[in-house]
């Protein structure tokens, strides 16, 4: 999977989460989707390098998840708010 930043009209950052203005709504953002979403570029991104970013900031998830599996579904809840685009 690989996933692409879309534009936002406007987004605020305050230590480790963000708010972004998207398609007429405002939309919070947990650290978790922060960090996946400021891994992303607007050139397209592999879903492995944002798992990486995700394992350095917040650790191995817990025994028994694929990271992998954990990105993409964090990925797919980004594409579906309008901030991503994925293939």
Known sequence: MRARRLEVLDEYVEEDQAVVFVD???VALSALATTALF???????????????????????PPGTDPLAATHST????????LLELR
């Not at 891994?39 to 998830?61: I, N, Q, R």
């Not at 990925?75 to 309008?82: D, E, H, Q, V, Y």
């Open 24 to 26: 007429g709504q405002v």
């Open 39 to 61: 891994s992303v570029g607007t050139a397209w991104t592999e879903a492995s390098v944002v798992e990486a970013a995700l394992v350095a900031e917040f650790e191995d998830p």
């Open 75 to 82: 990925l797919m809840s980004l594409a579906k708010l309008g």
